[in-house]
């Protein structure tokens, strides 16, 4: 072979082999090209998809934050149930932020997540039927607490109305019960030496004040000892007051009162007469005398008189 045919053959040999050493490279070349590509694609799926998931996850956290607040705004007494379920479910969602916090995510913890936020869900479908559950039982004990309360009220006027009803009959039969005077007269007198009284127009002559009347019958009043109270007013509208001859004090409508004389009557529905006849004393002068009687709460009767 002439030496010029042999260089060309050796330089054709060796060009063949840097072709095939192109190819190859540029083979390598496009597999790692291709490989990138589909990484790049992968991690912007799982990007894309982490953000949607975070998207999804900050979705039901705002509408359980506002499920929850909607269910203590309905019910107050059911505050602290919710507040344990709602510790429950915000650990389960710091949870699943924690998988996915980190701007690259491996499709095993995407996945994780996305099971977590499934099972999440479960969870607050279940919590919002317990709460339901709850809540119509609470509403259902309300309903008969009202009731019973009603039924309660309702008794308890009844009570009112019959209390009411016996106090006023009780009020009647008081009133009708009660002494009434017949012929009530004052006058100043002097006692004569028999027992009798005379008349005595002038207060200096006279040695006693005499109050009489007669007790009416009365079918009602009990048949039993009766106290009847004399409070006798002087001219100058005070009461005639001796403890050492008999005066004392009384309650009248639960207010403490003098009184200037009293006496028992032993009351038999028997027109009974009853004299007060209380001395008089130089301190007395003349004028207008008044003469109340009380007995058994009651102020029975009264009259007036002058004396000269």
Avoid: C
């Avoid at 490989?35 to 912007?44: F, I, Y």
């Amino acid at each position: 072979m002439a030496l010029g045919s042999y260089e060309k053959e050796r330089n054709r040999k060796g060009l063949f082999i840097i072709i095939a050493l192109l190819l190859v490279v540029n083979a390598l070349l496009i597999y790692f090209l291709t490989a990138k590509r589909s990484e790049l694609r992968d991690t912007n799926i799982e990007l894309a998809e982490t953000e949607e998931t975070k998207i999804e996850l900050q979705n039901l956290l705002n509408d359980s934050e506002s499920e929850l607040g909607e269910y203590k705004l309905q019910n107050a007494s059911l505050d602290s149930i919710i507040y344990v379920r709602n510790e429950a479910l915000e650990k389960r969602i710091s949870r699943i932020k924690q998988l996915i916090s980190s701007d690259r995510i491996s499709k095993s913890a995407l996945q994780q997540a996305k099971k977590q936020i499934a099972d999440l869900k479960r969870q607050l479908a279940s919590f919002t039927s317990e709460i339901d559950s709850l809540s119509r039982e609470n509403k259902y004990l309300k309903d008969e607490n009202y009731v019973m309360q009603q039924a309660i009220i309702e008794e308890q006027t009844k009570n009112a109305n019959l209390s009411n009803a016996n106090r006023m009959l009780e009020d009647k039969v008081d009133l009708a019960s009660k002494m009434r005077p017949l012929n009530l007269e004052g006058s100043a007198v002097r006692k004569r030496s028999n027992g009798s009284y005379k008349p005595i127009s002038k207060l200096k002559r006279a040695d006693q004040l005499l109050i009489k009347f007669t007790l009416a019958k009365n079918e009602v009043a009990e048949q039993v000892p009766k106290v009847i109270y004399l409070k006798l007013m002087s001219p100058s509208k005070e009461t005639i007051y001796n403890e050492a001859i008999g005066s004392g004090k009384f309650i009248f409508r639960g207010e403490e009162s003098l009184y200037t004389d009293k006496v028992t009557i032993n009351f038999e529905n028997k027109n009974e007469r009853v004299t007060f006849a209380w001395p008089v004393k130089e301190y007395m002068i003349a004028g207008e005398y008044e003469a109340i009687l009380f007995s058994e709460n009651h102020l029975i009767g009264k009259t007036s008189f002058s004396v000269k």
